[in-house]
């Protein structure tokens, strides 16, 4: 892992730690046990007939960031995200939200963590069929005990969020399924949680309603910098998304950073793979190809920011004929010529974040 520890790095809202989740006969011995544990998928099953949908998994859910968690189909996604709330109780390790410890939470306080503190928003958003678009946002705030005049004006403010004024009146089965999925955004916002937990909430809507919600996900997400787990198995769903992406496989996190951190420096072949296809320069940053400047070279040329992608930067050094600077705050960083970005895009250049030689 090559998260950078930047001096302002948020602070965490989840903490795991160590979390174990084996499903099966006498799952409590499988994470104490060395030699059952580093079995593989098939070989713990032959053993033992567990699976261990999480194993070993610690990261940490830093306040305002969007984590995706991604993987293949079965690589352990749900349960984790699952664990968080205990909707699936984990084998074994240590979850803590805002330092709170979430394994010794009574039922009640249980409760108040899935209503108030950590909502989980479905792929199937449980909408009431006979109830309006405007009850059905209501309904988390009616099941925290809100008064009816209170919440109805809160669910308004809401369905004008997800842009679907004019249709307040209307019942689910009146909507498209983008449409009855915004309902399901909105109830889900109107309930005002710490953290939003998405499951996948998009893959069953077709490609163009798909990257609408996520464009609205994202518009959101700036508007109101909400702390959000996103489960996808999508790629481009989990780099458009992702200020950190957590990529599992067979329940281990293979590899946890930064879009551009996964696609410019895959921890691993799997990850290589699995990055193969993405267009890298529109992933990865100008710092990727940087080198430092050389006698005059500071003082020419267009001038990016630090975060502009490889691809802006061929634009401009394309246009102009120069050496672009990549300059912050005023003071230049340092340079990027032609050579080293068409290097980044084919995949010769020094890893994201090191400046070229
Ligand atoms: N209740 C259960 N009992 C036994 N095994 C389970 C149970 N739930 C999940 N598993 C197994 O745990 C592993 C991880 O499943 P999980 O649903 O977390 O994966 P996922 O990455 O979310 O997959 P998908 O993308 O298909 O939803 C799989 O091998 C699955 O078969």
Not at 214 to 238: N, P, Y
């Amino acid at each position: 892992m090559n998260t950078p520890t930047a001096p302002h790095t948020p602070p965490s809202v989840f903490a795991v730690r160590d979390l174990w989740k084996v499903f099966g006969p006498k799952a409590d011995r499988v994470p104490g046990d060395a030699g059952l544990a580093a079995l593989d998928a098939a070989g713990l099953r032959a053993r033992t007939g567990c699976t261990a949908a999480v194993r070993d998994v610690s990261f940490d859910v830093r306040k305002g960031e969007v984590f995706v968690v991604m993987g293949l189909s079965g690589s352990g996604k749900s349960t984790l995200v699952r664990c968080l709330t205990r909707l699936i109780e984990p084998t074994s390790g240590t979850i803590s939200i805002d330092g709170e410890d979430v394994l010794s939470m009574d039922a009640g306080r249980l409760r108040e963590l899935r209503r108030h503190r950590a909502a989980m928003v479905f792929q199937h958003f449980g909408l009431l069929p006979h109830r309006s678009v405007l009850d059905n946002v209501a309904y988390g705030l009616e099941i925290q005990g809100v008064g009816r005049a209170a919440r109805r004006e809160r669910a308004a403010e809401f369905v004008t969020k997800v842009g679907l004024e004019g249709m307040e009146h209307r019942r689910p089965g009146q909507l498209s399924g983008g449409q009855q999925q915004r309902v399901g955004l909105a109830r889900a916002l109107a309930v005002d949680p710490e953290v939003l937990l998405f499951d996948e909430p998009f893959s069953a809507l077709d490609p163009l309603i798909r990257r609408d919600m996520q464009e609205e996900v994202v518009r959101l997400h700036r508007e109101e910098g909400r702390t959000m787990v996103f489960i996808t198995h999508d790629l481009s769903e989990a780099l458009r998304l992702g200020d950190r992406i957590a990529l599992m496989r067979d329940g281990r996190i293979v590899q946890l950073g930064t879009p551009e951190e996964i696609v410019g420096s895959p921890a691993d072949d799997y990850v290589r793979d699995f990055v193969r296809d993405v267009p890298r320069e529109q992933v990865l940053t100008v710092r990727a190809a940087m080198r430092p400047a050389r006698s005059t070279e500071s003082e020419a040329g267009p001038a990016l920011a630090p975060d502009a992608t490889v691809h802006e930067a061929i634009e401009a050094v394309a246009r102009t004929g120069e050496t672009a600077r990549v300059v912050q705050d005023g003071r230049c960083l340092g340079v990027v010529d032609q050579a080293a970005l068409l290097g980044v895009v084919a995949g010769v250049a020094a890893p994201a974040g090191k400046a070229a030689a």
